[in-house]
């Protein structure tokens, strides 16, 4: 339900929640002090987006999964306005900002993204020495699962 109701695949946002707060009362707290479709309030934070995209691998949701992970890259737009290589912490959903970044460099949001690419799409591990790929990818990526204890890792 939340890959449905929140991933907006054409513009590659996954918004926090739907719809934003605005001019409710009582008042939300701090969320609702920024614009609908910013930030918290209804715009993408980045680490819900990346754990979403690690349930759905986890799940067996694998081609949703890797829609999340492919519209979670960075400066898929002109409107991104963050370096076209660092991962921003949240991205606006409000239609006047659409698309733009907010808080760059945030290393959190690109640790995650790694963790999950590496992790749960690839699946990648180590234990007791040995390297193991259990891949996630969707069934035409031509990765076949079970190649547990494919190498020794030292150091």
């Known amino acids: 339900t939340a890959f449905s109701e929140l991933f907006d695949e054409e513009n590659g946002i996954l918004?926090?929640?739907?719809?934003?707060?605005?001019?409710t009362q009582p008042q939300a707290g701090y969320v609702s002090a920024y614009?609908?479709?910013?930030?918290e309030n209804g715009g993408q934070y980045t680490h819900g987006?990346?754990?979403?995209a690690m349930a759905c691998l986890r799940t067996g949701r694998r081609e949703e999964g890797l829609a999340l992970i492919r519209a979670l890259l960075p400066g898929r737009s002109v409107e991104y306005g963050a370096e076209p290589f660092?991962?921003?912490?949240d991205v606006y959903s409000n239609p006047d900002r659409l698309g733009q970044a907010?808080?760059?460099?945030?290393?959190?949001?690109?640790?995650w993204y790694f963790r999950?690419?590496?992790?749960?799409?690839?699946?990648?591990s180590i234990r007791d020495g040995k390297l193991y790929a259990e891949p996630r990818a969707p069934e035409g990526w031509g990765f076949k699962?079970?190649?547990?204890?494919?190498?020794?890792?030292?150091g």
């Open 35 to 39: 614009p609908p479709g910013v930030r």
């Open 102 to 111: 907010g808080w760059s460099w945030y290393t959190g949001s690109a640790g």
């Open 86 to 89: 660092v991962l921003a912490a």
């Open 49 to 52: 987006a990346i754990w979403l």
């Open 116 to 124: 999950v690419v590496t992790r749960e799409l690839l699946g990648l």
């Open 15 to 23: 918004r926090l929640f739907s719809p934003p707060f605005s001019d």
């Open 145 to 154: 699962a079970g190649l547990e204890g494919a190498g020794e890792v030292s």
